[in-house]
């Protein structure tokens, strides 16, 4: 039997070390400049690879089991929609680890920027904006959850002040992804992507900054949030029960 906080703290124990080994590792290599990529870029390259996937993959499964108790302690009546849709979200955002696990933004063998878009950048982009979809969500739905309750304490206002901080944060980083995309898939020098060789950028523009800034942001918010529920599970326990199935002669 076990504390349910000892499994918040793995969980995001884990989190903070498969993004924070492999990242402060690539930096070390000089390969960014400014050293700012986005969490995606760091985790393109090996073994750093293997590092968040070793670390995110269980951090994720931790993190379901986490989502499922946080969902059965913010019982509050007439608000079981908002609860319902932030477990889902919540379950979402930590699934999206793996899929993110699965299919890296890296280096490939392929010809051309065409079939790299298409089988690395859409793929991964797909997880990356589930993830960061799903988190913002999860915050603001808590906001929601706990906005004029009738035991208000630090918590309850910290869970609000998150969403003050994610909300702006997630509507400037799309506008600054989508000028982004725009300028990496546009056209260079009349080329078409099927005639190009790609390779990942490495001298981040300030667009990459604001992008990485607003990325960071949300991913913090989302811990922020998640650690809002220590007093609560330093309440509960949580522990595996184990049946013994008696079998008849």
Same mark, same amino acid.
């Given at each position: 039997m076990a504390k349910c906080s000892h499994l918040l703290f793995l969980t995001l124990g884990m989190q903070v070390l498969g993004i924070f080994i492999p990242y402060i590792s690539?930096?070390?290599?000089?390969?960014?400049?400014?050293?700012?990529?986005?969490? *995606?870029?760091? %985790?393109?390259?090996?073994?750093?690879?293997?590092i968040f &996937?070793? !670390?995110? /993959?269980?951090? *994720?499964? !931790?993190?379901?089991?986490?989502? !499922?108790i946080i969902h059965k302690t913010s019982d509050i009546q007439g608000k079981q929609f908002?609860?319902?849709?932030? !477990?889902?979200?919540?379950?979402?955002?930590?699934? *999206?680890? /793996?899929? +993110?696990?699965a299919s890296p933004f890296t280096f490939t063998d392929l010809p @051309?920027?065409?079939?790299? /878009? =298409?089988? %690395? +950048?859409?793929?991964? $982009?797909?997880?990356? $904006? +589930? $993830? =960061?979809?799903? *988190?913002?969500?999860?915050?603001?739905?808590?906001a929601i959850l706990y906005?004029?309750?009738?035991? @208000?304490?630090? @918590?309850?206002f910290y869970r609000q002040k998150m969403s003050y901080i994610i909300t702006p944060a997630?509507? %400037?980083?799309?506008?600054?992804? &989508?000028?982004?995309?725009? #300028? #990496? =898939?546009? +056209? #260079? #020098?009349?080329?078409? $992507? &099927?005639?190009?060789?790609? =390779?990942?950028? &490495?001298?981040?523009s300030m667009k990459y900054i604001i992008t990485a800034v607003c990325e960071?942001?949300?991913t913090l918010s989302m811990w922020c949030t998640l650690l809002t529920y220590y007093e609560e599970m330093q309440k509960m326990n949580l522990f595996i029960k184990v049946k013994r199935k008696k079998i008849c002669l």
């Open positions: 690539v930096l070390q290599k000089n390969i960014f400049s400014p050293p700012l990529p986005f969490i *995606s870029q760091t %985790v393109g390259f090996s073994p750093e690879c293997g &996937t070793f !670390f995110l /993959v269980p951090g *994720s499964f !931790f993190g379901i089991i986490l989502c !499922f908002f609860q319902n849709a932030s !477990f889902l979200f919540g379950v979402l955002y930590f699934m *999206s680890w /793996v899929f +993110l696990c @051309n920027k065409y079939e790299w /878009v =298409l089988s %690395v +950048l859409c793929v991964h $982009m797909t997880g990356a $904006m +589930l $993830m =960061l979809t799903s *988190s913002v969500f999860f915050v603001i739905l808590q906005w004029n309750c009738k035991i @208000n304490t630090d @918590n309850y997630a509507f %400037v980083g799309l506008i600054s992804l &989508t000028a982004l995309g725009f #300028e #990496e =898939l546009s +056209l #260079e #020098e009349g080329q078409s $992507m &099927t005639q190009m060789v790609y =390779l990942l950028p &490495t001298k981040l960071w942001t949300i």
